[in-house]
């Protein structure tokens, strides 16, 4: 069988029935947010670098369809930038149960969560320990390794002589980049600009009780203005090779 989509929300009914029966019984959920990127990026970033990782992703596992991508995430230390959305964090995790109870609910064996935002780790997490609780026929493993993010940030952004703190970890070099390679009609390069580059060890705390304005005004981890979207790939392919290789680690057995 030649699986034409791995997005559920582009197959019919009887598609997904058949591709279940077929052995498509692995789905990827990436959690993402609305939220602002800068003065360059739009508000949906995370949501839209979510779309093409896990969809790359699910191509390189085989056998492995894509929930629609969750556009709303935990964006609170976002909301002194116009345009962010935000979720309570215990509202998010009830969205993400009842989707993954659904999709088990149709014979899926397991269901990935990928949060492609910072600000949603924690929801996730305990989703995914929640329903192992519950003994849910399927797996809802929680992909939580950054690893492949850091790596792509040392690597990827060595090869175009870009820090780590350049490469950022917020509408940075290594976003902006991937959103031109993928979406260049919504980048405004003309108002990319060099935020913070040098977090302190207090940076994550602050961020995240202060707000994204205590730590960049204009909204910026990172220094936007050496992206390009020859980058951007590299960023890309990097991380769906590293995700794919831990998913494939986590679901050993179970994406046969």
């Not at 329903?131 to 850091?150: F, G, H, K, T, W």
């Not at 994550?204 to 707000?211: F, K, N």
Request: with cysteine.
């Amino acid at each position: 069988m030649t699986q034409p989509t791995v997005w559920l929300d582009r197959m019919t009914s009887p598609q997904v029935k058949e591709a279940i029966n077929n052995g498509y019984r692995t789905v990827l959920l990436a959690v993402g947010s609305t939220e602002q990127h800068g003065p360059h990026l739009p508000l949906g970033t995370d949501s839209f670098i979510g779309d093409t990782l896990v969809e790359q992703v699910a191509r390189q596992l085989g056998k492995t369809l894509v929930a629609p991508t969750i556009r709303v995430g935990c964006s609170e230390h976002h909301m002194a930038f116009a345009g962010t959305m935000t979720l309570r964090e215990e509202v998010l995790e009830e969205v993400l149960a009842d989707c993954c109870r659904s999709l088990a609910r149709h014979g899926f064996r397991a269901v990935v969560l990928i949060p492609v935002h910072g600000g949603n780790v924690e929801a996730v997490e305990k989703t995914a320990q929640r329903l192992a609780r519950e003994s849910l026929s399927a797996r809802v493993p929680a992909q939580l390794d950054n690893s492949a993010y850091i790596t792509a940030m040392v690597e990827v952004g060595g090869k175009y002589d870009v820090t780590p703190g350049e490469a950022g970890t917020h509408a940075g070099h290594c976003e902006t980049s991937v959103v031109l390679a993928y979406h260049p009609e919504l980048v405004d390069m003309s108002k990319a600009a060099r935020g913070k580059v040098d977090l302190g060890f207090d940076s994550e705390e602050r961020l995240h009780e202060e707000g994204m304005h205590s730590l960049s005004p204009i909204g910026i981890l990172g220094d936007a203005t050496r992206s390009s979207a020859e980058a951007g790939k590299d960023y890309m392919e990097c991380m769906v090779s590293r995700i794919a290789d831990q998913i494939r680690e986590t679901m050993a057995g179970l994406l046969t």
